[in-house]
Every structure is written in structure tokens, then in C-alpha cells.
């Protein structure tokens, strides 16, 4: 038997994707659709940044399946710069940190452990790669990691059920919460995984993006326990490069390391064989962070936070619960408080939810259920990101702006949430 | 248990990206090295393509998960013109041909059967999604397809011995042997693969670099079989851009062929997102085939022919077998005529084989069983398309020659073959 001759479910395009492409599709026949669905940061790339891929196209044959030597160590660089000391020999790069978690995948042994809502992605390529995942929910305060207690008893449930829980996938910053787990946190995980014997996969790649470095530590798993923990990123958020594909992963130091950093680079050989040459100078440049990327990476991670807050002052206000974001951005709000008005409207669970925002409210969103949260609840992912403008000009003024959610491009747009979710709430009380 | 508990072997990098970063560290450290370890084709990138690059650049958003509108039209007018009417929702891209056979492969149910000797990277990438793989002799006259007779026997023993075979991947022109299966042979084939169910994936990317068209017909098993053939195809060959890593494949049309696409989308869209932005530009304009495309592919397809040619003489000289190569930029010979001679210096096996050329004779060569053949055989993968020169100049004037192998940069280089060939055969008699 196969892998997969018992494929998981129907073949679809991951959720976040299909809904992109369903908006584009509605956007080009006319429809108006404020566009919550997808975590894109949507800026443009940067001037140096586009230097360098030009620069860099001359780059036609085939580089090395890790990344260039000058590529590896400006990653080491940047992760030496985050308290983690790196040999270039730890870095591998590939098209985006998403076949990179897949490579993961198919290496490591076991079972695999998840939060619960997380990425969209991360249980697919399990399934991928023929493991069980186990969700674990998310502590009130944060997400991207699961409750403490939770994680002991999933552990336990999942053996008792013939399961082998070995890998723990967290994500600091957390998509889709746009939290940030609090350090003490993190070292109590940390201290689960290692009698466990747990190896951690922190998914980082919203790390440069904390709305507020100085009341937002960020730590990461790797510091805590360096022998077990690879790191995940790139720079599909950090300067929204979705579309250039450039990930990267930091696997640790030693024997245990090595083993994997081989395994990883195997299946990348077999699987895309590299990076794309002018994507690689690109990488080594942005990731040796000199002044004129640092600044962009500020500038970005303020829009982002300005636009997260007003989106969640929205959301409160119309009645729901929801996290504070401080990092990345993205809302994660709970309408719980408000299930007897929105049952009204028919709306009692999160694809109702996700479906009465698109149709009666023109916005779309992400159910949380794609996200492997529980399908009854009425929560959503809401991307903030996507509202910066459609035009190069628009967006560089919203990153610009002292307030941009006052830029009138913006303000019609959050008037335009405001109003749609005045229509899932109206006449209730919280 | 999952898919890889039992990983099919210890962790190793793709042996032909192995051998190009080793034989780059050696002559980094000064070696002069002969390479034709590597199947690439190394080229300059034409102005027209590097101005496509820059003109994508800031598609710096991610795209649709199967490829632009745009791009997949090109891509199925590309096949229109070979005798494949195409809608463009048979079309999906991805960042090389290579995660794109690996996606079917995951989709795919049942086990592989593949020519032997093959490309490297088919057998694990079956392994990788949990396959086994049964490789079968090809004929005499040709590579990339299985001797008919051999295929019927391989399916019954794989059938004997637990197995279920029901893909059977051709190379159309072959990677190693540098040949065209000839139509005829394409259909006995196809006919077998009807009788038996398979589905057949065509791995085409060396299609356009035939180099004489009229003297080597192409016959797409696509075209006996419609309804059972997925085409692979990629832009790393033909027009050397391996390093940007462009690649699509074709599904059938109908039912069965929007099943496999959405399988792959849907793999696509939890592995690796999209084609990058700016390299969905170059491909559909590169798919598009303006007159400087059709001229690049046909200089670059006499250039690869006289090499080829050139270097086929050469070891047939020495006393090797080898099929007269008609296609790409490979040949394949056996040294089995040479045998005592070649045992005399230690030669006795395919590792053996390739260790001389590197140790004494300073060539590098993919041996035979890195290709799942008989690791007995004295028998090599050499690429030709590396001896074009180092420099852009250098390949430029290749490319313009009226008989390349008489540049001085290339003569030279068939001579340091010819005289390491001598080392090998010398002294003896075939």
C-alpha cells in the first residue's frame, strides 16, 4: 500500500489559496469584496530588493541544493543577530519555508503535534507524508502554541490511541492568532518536549514583524533547547515577497542536526533541486540586513500593527473576543459572546460564519474550521495585510503615513468592515 | 508507522547534484576537472529571457497555485504546435518539472515502473512517497523506454511479488542515453500500458532539443494514449535556464485528468504555493515561441548535437559501445568490450569506472548504477553540454560556431578526454 492510497480527503487547493483565487475571480466580474482571507503582506517589493534580482537573473545554472556559501552565511548572520549563534552549515534555503516543512515532514519519524487553530498547512503535509496530526488547543492568552496541560494530555491520548507524537510544531509569532507566546511560556513547552523527547519545529517566519520589539519579547524554542529545535523562515512576510519564494531553515548544531540537515537536503535534491539563482541573491543580500532592510522591516511591522489594532478594535467593538495582536497580522476573533444575535442570521458555526460575511457582507475571511479549530465555534482569521491598497502608490503611502488607517483609501475600507460586521451584529447586546 | 520510518536508504544528496558541488569545491581548491557529471545545459540566458526576468520583478504577490492565465495558455499553445490540442486548464507550473513529478507521485495511487538505466532522481522520489519502483532494461537501439517484452515480464513478477504497479514513466528523448524512442516502439508500448491498465508519465523535457528534426521523429505516447499520459516538461533544458527553475506538466483531458490536477494543485498549494512571480513571466513568454525563442531553441539543439556527437566519437574510439546520440546533450556508453583491458587498471564495475575518470584521468561521470542500472556494467552517464566554455563569451561562441568542437577552449577539452580515455582503454583490443 501506498502513502496515500488512502488519501486523507478530497484533493483541494489549501483553503487560504482557493479563497484568493475565488477573490480575484469575483473582483475581476465586478464584485466589491474586502479582502480579510489571505495572509499576503501586501506592499511592494522594495527598491534594493528589486536591484538585486535583477542583479541577480544572470544566475541560470543550477546552485547548490542548500543555498550559495554567501546566501548561508548571511542567514547565519541573521540568526546570530537573534541570540542564536549559527554556522552557515546549519542553514538551508529552498523555495519558500513551505516545501522546506515538508521536507521536515518526510524525514522525521512519528506523529506530529499542533497547535490548535494553526497555519493551514502544517496538518496537510503531515497527511502528506503520512502521519497523524494531533491539535492541541491554545491557551486564552496566545497562539501558535498549545496549552501546557493540554499538550501533556494530548501526548497521552494520542499513545493511548497507537499514536507516536515525536514532533512539536509551534509558531512564535503565531499565524493566525497574531500573538506572540510569552517567554515563560515558551520554557515550559520547552520543558515538555525534552521529557517527552519532542522535537520542535518553531515556525519563525513572522518574527520580524512584532508590532512593538520592546513590549513583545520574543523567544525562541531554539534558545531554550538548541539540540532539538529547528528553526523555520523567509521572506514572504517579513518584506513581502510571497511571490519570490525564498525560504529558509536553521537546523541545530551536532550529530542530530547534521542527520537532518542531510535528510532535508536529500529530499530537496530529489524534490527541486534549488532555489532559484537570482532568489538566492536576493536572500543573501535581505538577510544580511544592512540599514535600508532593517528600516523597511520597521516601517512594515508599524503598518502592520496600526492596521491588526484598528481591525481589532472593530471586531471588539461589534461584540466579539479576540486576542490583542502584536505581531505579524492577523485578528483571530471569537463570536461567541454574540451566538444567540448571529443564530438569528443563521449563522451557528464557522463556515456559516465565513459564508455570511462573504455573501451578506462582502468580506472575506477564513473559518477558523480551516484551521483546524473546533467547527462549531464562530471564529475566523481576519489578514489585515490586504488592506493597504491595490496600487504601488497606495501602499507605499500607507506605509509612509503617521496614522494610515485615516488614509482615505484605508477608511473606506475599514468603514466598509465596520459595516459588515454591523450587519452580522446589529441589535445584540454582549 | 509512517511513509519513511524505514527510510530506502541512508540520507544522500541527488548524485548529480553531488557530483557538480564536488567537482566545484575540487576545482575551486585549483583541480582541472573535465566536468560531464552534471546534465546541465550551460548556457547564457538570452537577452530576451533576462529582460522577461526584470520586466516580473515585481510580481512580488503570490499568483495563482497552478500558474497564470497567461502562462498556462502559452504553455498550452506550446503543445498545440506539437500535435497536442491543449485547453489550459491541462496546465499546471511549478518551480521545475521536478516537484511536479514528485506532487504526481504523492497523488498518484500504486507502484512505478521505469526504464533502466533511468534519471536519477524517479526511483526516490517514488521512494519518498512510500512507492516501490521496478526498474526494466531498455532496448538495444534506445533509451528512456522499456524493452516491451521486459515490461510484460516486470509487470508479472512485480505482481508476483506483492506489488502493484500502475505508472510507467518514459524519458521522450531519454536522459542518460541521449536517443529518441522511435514512434513504433512508443506504440508497442502504449498498447502494452492500455492492456495493462497504467497510467504513463511522459517526462519530455529534453523534447525540443532533437537535433534533427527531420531525421528523428518524436512521438508523444500523449498522443496514442490521450487519456492516460501526464507530459512533464520544463524550460531547464532547452533554453539552459536550470537555475530559474521553471517547469509544468500537461494532464489528460476529461475526468481522469482534472482528478490528477486537482491532486497536484492541491499538493502544489500545501508544498510550495506557486511558480515564483517573476519566473511565471519568462515562462509564458518563453512558451509562447516568438522567432527569437524558436531560433535560440534550434542553435542551442545543433550545438548540443555536434558535442554530443563529438564526445560519442571519442569513446567509441576508445572501444566503447554507445547509441549514436540524436537528442540532448547526453551519451551513455559501455565500456563492456573493454572489459579485460579495463580490469587490468582495477576497473571491474560502474564505481570503479568513475572513480578512474575522476582519480586518473581528471573526468568527471555519473556511473551507470547511480542510474538504477547494473552495478556490474562498465557503464557511464557523460553530459556534453559543459564543454562549452566557462565564460558567457566562450558559450556565445559555441553557440555561433559552425563546428564548435574545432574552438580552440573546446578542442582542448575533447583532446583531455580523448587522452584520459587512452589511460582507460590503452593497450587494449575491443
Redesign the interface.
Known amino acids: 500500500m501506498?502513502?496515500?492510497?488512502a488519501p486523507p480527503r478530497r484533493?483541494?487547493?489549501?483553503p487560504n489559496?482557493?479563497i484568493?483565487?475565488m477573490v480575484?475571480r469575483r473582483r475581476a466580474a465586478g464584485e466589491q469584496i474586502v479582502h480579510l482571507g489571505?495572509g499576503?503582506a501586501?506592499l511592494?517589493?522594495s527598491e534594493p530588493l528589486?536591484r538585486r534580482?535583477?542583479d541577480g537573473?544572470?544566475?541560470?545554472?543550477?546552485?547548490?541544493?542548500a543555498g550559495t556559501p554567501e546566501l548561508r552565511a548571511a542567514v547565519a548572520g541573521y540568526f546570530g543577530r537573534r541570540r542564536l549563534a549559527t554556522d552557515p552549515e546549519q542553514v538551508v534555503a529552498g523555495?519558500?519555508s513551505?516545501?522546506l516543512l515538508?521536507a521536515l515532514n518526510?524525514?522525521l519519524?512519528?506523529?506530529v503535534l499542533l497547535p490548535r487553530p494553526c497555519w493551514n498547512?502544517y496538518a496537510?503535509?503531515a497527511a502528506?507524508?503520512?502521519?497523524r496530526a494531533f491539535g492541541v488547543p491554545i491557551p486564552a492568552e496566545c497562539g501558535g502554541v498549545p496549552d501546557p496541560d493540554g499538550l501533556r494530555r494530548a501526548i497521552q491520548a494520542a499513545r493511548a490511541g497507537g499514536g507516536?507524537p515525536r514532533t512539536l510544531v509551534l509558531t512564535v509569532p503565531d499565524n493566525p492568532t497574531g500573538t506572540v507566546a510569552p517567554p515563560a511560556l515558551i520554557r515550559r513547552l520547552c520543558a515538555i518536549a525534552e521529557e517527552e523527547d519532542l522535537l520542535l519545529i518553531s515556525d519563525e517566519i513572522y518574527r520580524d514583524l512584532v508590532h512593538d520589539p520592546h513590549t513583545t519579547p520574543v523567544l525562541s524554542p531554539a534558545e531554550v533547547l538548541p539540540e532539538r529545535t529547528v528553526i523555520a523562515t523567509g521572506l514572504s512576510k517579513s518584506l513581502?515577497?510571497?511571490?519570490?519564494?525564498i525560504g529558509v531553515i536553521r537546523v541545530p548544531a551536532g550529530p542530530r542536526g547534521e542527520?537532518l540537515r542531510?535528510?532535508v537536503?536529500?529530499?530537496a535534491?530529489?524534490?527541486?533541486?534549488?532555489?532559484?539563482?537570482?532568489?538566492q541573491e536576493v536572500a543573501a543580500y535581505a538577510y544580511g540586513e544592512p540599514p535600508e532592510i532593517r528600516d523597511r522591516l520597521h516601517t512594515c511591522a508599524r503598518l502592520h500593527g496600526a492596521l491588526a489594532r484598528a481591525v481589532h478594535g472593530l471586531l471588539v467593538r461589534a461584540g466579539a473576543e479576540c486576542r490583542p495582536p502584536t505581531a505579524g497580522f492577523y485578528v483571530y476573533p471569537d463570536f461567541a459572546p454574540m451566538r444567540a444575535t448571529l443564530a438569528r442570521r443563521g449563522v451557528t458555526d464557522s463556515a456559516s460564519l465565513q459564508r455570511f460575511l462573504l455573501d451578506e457582507a462582502g468580506i472575506a475571511v477564513l473559518g477558523g474550521a480551516q484551521l483546524g479549530d473546533d467547527p462549531a465555534a464562530l471564529r475566523f482569521k481576519a489578514a489585515t495585510s490586504t488592506l493597504y491598497g491595490e496600487t504601488r502608490n497606495e501602499q507605499e503611502a500607507a506605509l509612509a503615513a503617521a496614522d494610515p488607517a485615516a488614509l482615505p483609501h484605508i477608511a473606506t475600507v475599514l468603514n466598509r468592515i465596520e459595516a459588515g460586521l454591523d450587519r452580522l451584529c446589529a441589535g445584540g447586546i454582549r
Do not use: C, H, I
Not at 57 to 65: E, F, L, Q
Open positions: 501506498t502513502a496515500l492510497a484533493w483541494r487547493t489549501s489559496l482557493a484568493n483565487e480575484a489571505f499576503e501586501r511592494p517589493a528589486l534580482l535583477v537573473a544572470g544566475r541560470n545554472t543550477y546552485g547548490p541544493v523555495p519558500g513551505k516545501p515538508m518526510l524525514v519519524p512519528g506523529d498547512s496537510p503535509q502528506l507524508a503520512g502521519k507516536d513581502a515577497l510571497g511571490g519570490w519564494r542527520q542531510d535528510g537536503v536529500s529530499v535534491s530529489e524534490v527541486w533541486s534549488s532555489l532559484a539563482g537570482p532568489m
